[in-house]
């Protein structure tokens, strides 16, 4: 997709409702699982995943626990190979770039993540912020890049006066939204979230709803959840996991109002089990 | 029944009171330690026990500064020996260490802190004393031989109870392994590490076999790093078994001192970890 060209429909990179699950199409794919296989020990998490994440959409993947989402989006930034004794199949593409062949500190640079539990730093709020760009050699002015950071991830004007104090001192979700800007803050063409609000209210649910709208213009977001209602609300995209295989993957008004396959629509409706 | 209730209720009272007075009797130890010590050396504790040499058999006075500096200095050799061999092999098993060679390490590392000290002492002697000399040196060595596992194990411990999130987050980031370690694991870890550090090195202080081998003892200043070295708990020993009722005097001194020290690095420990748990929640 081209910088200049208007999003006008939401679901443009999207695939059509083929009924093959997730088999890409077109080539703009930010993003892109080809053949995924995912090996804990000799179990195997994830099935033969054909993925393809457009750019600037949220993509939501939905699904019964341990059905292999969370290993999934693991494996997109490589941060499953902190787990000892994993192995994977097939090709997560980046930009049409085999993610394997790219230095991992550079891909995690490329691709952030946010997780279930907000994880803040035993350090200052500022600290936190601070720290990718710390680690990434970053030349600038710190101040103004947190101070942007954080007004990105709409944590500023609650933070602005306490940025020496501990991140534990914030709520729960201050502390999410702080570690969705420490993310932010070097800059990452791709967002992945794995279940950012299960811990949280549904007003700092809300905001951080709200803080995902504005963040895709600037870049592709992935995210994780057990709520559905949140992926309806949301998501441009949605794909089905059940059992480590990807069920289905449409647009999210087609995966909710008119699914093609039968697992997806018990699922959604609550008949499941 | 009620006379069963009635030997329930006397059986349950007496094991209370049985565990009471066990509880008692262990706390009491340390304070029976301390204050037969201080009963014994207070009054030998004076200005010259600080800065005289040991007087010669016969007289009296004289104090054992040259033992404190002795003393400081063999657990320094020891310190800067051990402490970073420790650390990183703490830092190795938690972070790096793979399923058989970590278990290896670990087991080891155990067996090592198991190692009765005089054998350690006659280990050092063989191999550094006989080729050189009794110095403060070969003592230095003796003791980080027992300070490495104990500072390996306890940095692990702590360094393993920090969450695998943190690494996580650090490393989404794009933060190498290397640079997650040095910046996040172990600042969170810090203070457990240096309260185990600062333990280990309480523990060596009070060691006496391992010197008796190693840097002997000296009732002057010794000729430096190379040469016997008196030190405070080896002056405990050969002045408690003199015939001289001065030198029994000194030598309550001297275990007051050594015991002190030892208390005092030991609240200090506690006071750190205790701040540091308080400041993290």
Known sequence: MSPNEPMIMSTANLPSASPAAGKPVGHQGKLRAVNLNFFYGAYQALHDITLDVPANKITALIGPSGCGKSTFLRTLNRISETIRNTRVEGQVLLDGEDVMQVDVTLLRRRVGMVFQKSNPFPKSIFDNVAYGLKVNGFRGSLKDAVEHSLKRAALWEEVKDKLQKSAYALSGGQQQRLCIARALAVDPEVLLLDEPCSALDPIATAKIEDLLFTLKDQCTIVIVTHNMQQAARVADGTGFFLLGKLIEYNTTEIIFKNPARQETEDYITGRFG | ?281
Not at chain 2, 109 to 122: E, H, Q, R, T, Y
């Open chain 2, 1 to 281: 029944m009620t006379l069963r209730n009635r030997w329930r209720k006397t059986l349950s009272y007496c094991m209370l009171s049985l565990t009471g007075v066990c509880a008692v009797v262990a706390v009491s130890l340390l304070f029976l330690i301390l204050g037969i010590l201080v009963y014994n050396g207070w009054r030998s504790l004076d200005w010259n026990f600080f800065t005289k040499l040991p007087k010669p058999p016969g007289e009296n006075g004289g104090g054992m500064v040259n033992a404190i500096v002795g003393s400081l200095e063999i657990v320094l050799l020891a310190t800067m020996m051990g402490l970073p061999v420790g650390f990183m092999a703490g830092v190795y098993l938690s972070e790096f260490g793979g399923k058989t060679f970590g278990f290896l390490v670990r087991y080891m590392a155990d067996l090592l802190n198991g190692v009765p000290s005089i054998v350690i002492g006659i280990f050092v002697w063989t191999v550094v004393v006989t080729r050189f000399h009794f110095s403060a040196i070969a003592g230095g060595v003796a003791l980080a031989l027992i300070l490495i596992p104990i500072t390996a194990r306890s940095t692990e411990q702590f360094m393993s109870s920090v969450p695998q999130t943190l690494r996580e987050g650090a490393l989404a980031l794009g933060a190498s392994k290397w640079k997650t370690i040095a910046t996040v694991v172990v600042p969170a870890a810090y203070r457990g590490i240096a309260t185990g550090m600062i333990l280990g090195v309480a523990r060596i202080s009070g060691e006496t076999a391992p010197l008796l081998f190693t840097s002997l003892n000296n009732q002057f200043w010794g000729g430096g790093l190379t040469d016997q070295t008196a030190s405070l708990p080896v002056m405990v020993y050969s002045h408690a078994l003199s015939p001289y009722d001065d030198w029994h005097r000194q030598a309550w001194a001297a275990g007051l001192v050594l015991l002190l020290g030892v208390l005092l690095a030991n609240v200090a420990a506690r006071l750190i970890l205790s701040r540091g748990i308080a400041l993290q929640k």
